[in-house]
């Protein structure tokens, strides 16, 4: 059997350039982060908010190591522009959160930061409703590719400007259960 860290595993090795971040380095990152976030938020009332849908497999496997009581919540967003593979800026709520976040500490958990206006939109959002603070932990940080400042307070790599998919993130919504996060190849790009 072919094992789960292969891309033949997956269907996708005709798509893939090659492997960015391989699934144990992944996951030891992400039991490191979940470390620091237990001891920063140590006695304090959490709340996770989770980005749909790229950030699922972050947050799941996150928040199993964060032994700080906390809730989890989630939000949607879009970009205009569906199937395309760069945000066009233009950010709109598809759905809400369920928790009332004021007076709590809340900590955005999102899979990459591009240009940062995504984020921007949701943090200027999440502020108008006062919650005690409010702070971000993002898996991918595309830092070259930023056209607006926003504070990242933890962040899992910092990666090149390339298209990336797995783990959370989607090529065309597929691919999302990949265990690793691969580079898209070139020739796959305009497709
Ligand atoms: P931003 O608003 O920061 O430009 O873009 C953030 C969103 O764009 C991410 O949440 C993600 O949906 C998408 N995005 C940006 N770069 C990539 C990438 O390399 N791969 C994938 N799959 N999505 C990306
Ligand atoms: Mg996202
Ligand atoms: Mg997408």
Redesign the pocket.
């Known amino acids: 059997e072919t094992p789960v860290e292969s891309p033949s595993s997956w269907g996708c090795e005709h798509l893939i350039d090659r492997i960015l971040i391989p699934a144990d380095v992944l996951q030891r990152r992400i039991a490191e982060l979940g470390a620091q976030i237990s001891r920063d938020y140590a006695g304090k009332d959490l709340v996770l908010v989770c ?1 749909l849908k ?1 950030g699922v497999m972050f947050l799941t496997d996150l928040m199993r190591h964060i032994t700080v009581p906390h809730e989890i919540d989630f939000m949607a967003i879009t ?1 205009y522009g569906i199937g395309a593979r760069q ?1 066009t800026g233009v950010v709109r709520i598809l759905m809400d959160l369920q928790t009332n976040i004021e007076g709590r500490h809340v900590l955005i958990v ?10 921007d939109h949701i943090l200027r959002l999440l502020w108008t409703r006062n919650p005690a603070t409010l702070r971000v932990c993002a898996l991918l940080d ?1 830092r070259a590719r930023r056209e607006i400042q926003v504070p990242l307070d933890y962040v899992g790599f910092e990666i090149p400007n390339v ?3 797995g783990y959370g ?3 065309d919504e597929k691919f999302r259960n990949i265990p690793f996060i691969a580079v898209l190849k070139a020739d796959a790009l305009e497709e």
């Open positions: 980005v790229g970009s945000s999102e899979d990459i930061v591009d240009s940062g206006r995504t984020l595309k298209f990336v998919f993130l989607d090529l």
